[in-house]
T-cell receptor, first 110, second 113 residues
Framework: QQQVKQSPQSLIVQKGGIPIINCAYE??????FPWYQQFPGKGPALLIA?????SEKKEGRFTISFNKSAKQFSLHIMDSQPGDSATYFC?????????FGTGTSLTVIP | NAGVTQTPKFQVLKTGQSMTLQCAQD?????MYWYRQDPGMGLRLIYY???????DKGEVPNGYNVSRLNKREFSLRLESAAPSQTSVYFC????????????FGQGTRLTVV
C-alpha cells in the first residue's frame, strides 16, 4: 500500500498565488521528510527537507509545514512563478528506504 | 562534478531481450538506489545498495537484478524484458542511507515492444 499519500494530483494557479501540496503518512518511524522538484526530462532534485523535531522550515519562497500529531506535512510556494511549473514529490524515509508520494503536477499561469 | 550519470538515456527493446542499465556516481556516496517512475505512481524502489558489497530488494524487484560493482557503480539488469517494464528508470545516491539528500541521474527511458 502507498506509505505516503499525496494530494492533489494536479494544481493550476495564477502567477503570485500560493499553491499548497499535502502529504500524509502512517508510519511514525519515519524521520526525514524531503520534497523533490522534477522538470520534464530531468531527474528529481531536492527542494527542501524537514525532520520531525521542527514544525516549519522555510527556504526562500518554499515552506514545509509539519504536523507530527496529525502525521501530515505540506509544501507552500509563496509568490509562485511560471518557472515553478514542475512535478513535486513528497517523501518520507527511515533507515535505508525513501517512500515517495505519487506526485503533484503544478502549472503556474503567467 | 558530474554527480550521478546513467547510460543509456533511451532504449527500445523487444520482449524477451536483455539489457543492463549503468549508473555511476562521483560523490563518494555510500548508498545507491534504482527506481522506476510510471505515470500516477510516483517513484517506486526496485533495488538498493546501502553500502558497497550489499544489495537489497525494494518494493518492485521482480524481473530485475542488480550489481554493486564498486563504490561508484550500481547496475540494473533486465534478463528477459516484458512490456510491463516500459518505464523511466532513475538511479540515485546518498551519502548516508535514506537520511540525507538523494541525488538523481537524468533517467533512462525504456520502451519494451
Amino acid at each position: 500500500q502507498q506509505q505516503v499519500k499525496q494530494s492533489p494530483q494536479s494544481l493550476i494557479v495564477q502567477k503570485g498565488g500560493i499553491p499548497i501540496i499535502n502529504c500524509a503518512y502512517e508510519n511514525t518511524a519515519f524521520d526525514y521528510f524531503p520534497w523533490y522538484q522534477q522538470f520534464p526530462g530531468k531527474g528529481p532534485a531536492l527542494l527542501i527537507a524537514i525532520r520531525p523535531d521542527v514544525s516549519e522550515k522555510k527556504e526562500g519562497r518554499f515552506t514545509i509545514s509539519f504536523n507530527k500529531s496529525a502525521k501530515q506535512f505540506s509544501l507552500h510556494i509563496m509568490d509562485s512563478q511560471p518557472g515553478d511549473s514542475a512535478t513535486y514529490f513528497c517523501a518520507a524515509s527511515m533507515g535505508n528506504q525513501f517512500y515517495f508520494g505519487t506526485g503533484t503536477s503544478l502549472t503556474v499561469i503567467p | 562534478n558530474a554527480g550521478v550519470t546513467q547510460t543509456p538515456k533511451f532504449q527500445v527493446l523487444k520482449t524477451g531481450q536483455s539489457m543492463t542499465l549503468q549508473c555511476a556516481q562521483d560523490m563518494n556516496h555510500n548508498s545507491m538506489y534504482w527506481y522506476r517512475q510510471d505515470p500516477g505512481m510516483g517513484l517506486r524502489l526496485i533495488y538498493y545498495s546501502a553500502s558497497e558489497g550489499t544489495t537489497d530488494k525494494g518494493e518492485v524487484p521482480n524481473g530485475y537484478n542488480v550489481s554493486r560493482l564498486n563504490k561508484r557503480e550500481f547496475s540494473l539488469r533486465l534478463e528477459s524484458a516484458a512490456p510491463s517494464q516500459t518505464s523511466v528508470y532513475f538511479c540515485a545516491s546518498t551519502r548516508d542511507r535514506a537520511r540525507t539528500e538523494a541525488f538523481f541521474g537524468q533517467g533512462t527511458r525504456l520502451t519494451v515492444v
